[in-house]
């Protein structure tokens, strides 16, 4: 007998798609698969499995592992200045000149 598969959305507000992709086999078996998806206008994910749902204990685990893993890789700047995610950062900026 075949296993029912289900597909639900994740909004994806303050999730990582780099963590969320790691970690769906952990929490909702090895045949999980997450991608991104759109419900309504909203951003996020649709889970397919035929495992266990995420519960919001583990959407709060995996937003934490997100916020981590996002601060880890605002680090890696290019002075080591431990810039972080969503700090305006300045880029070539030109003085404006008045004629």
């Known amino acids: 007998m075949a296993a029912s598969v289900n597909s639900y959305f994740v909004p994806g507000y303050g ?3 780099t963590v969320i992709q ?9 045949d999980a698969i997450v991608r991104r998806y759109t419900h309504e206008g909203r951003d996020g994910f649709l889970v ?3 495992g266990p749902p995420l ?3 583990q959407i709060e ?18 002075d080591g200045a ?7 950062i300045p880029v070539g900026q ?5 004629s």
């Open 94 to 98: 030109q003085v404006r000149r008045s």
């Open 55 to 57: 519960t919001q204990a």
């Open 15 to 17: 999730i990582s798609r």
């Open 82 to 88: 431990g810039l972080f995610v969503n700090r305006p």
């Open 61 to 78: 685990d995996i937003k934490n592992a997100s916020r981590d893993y996002e601060e880890r890789q605002a680090g890696r700047g290019r």
């Open 22 to 30: 790691h970690e769906i086999r952990y929490y909702c078996g090895s």
């Open 48 to 50: 397919t499995t035929s």
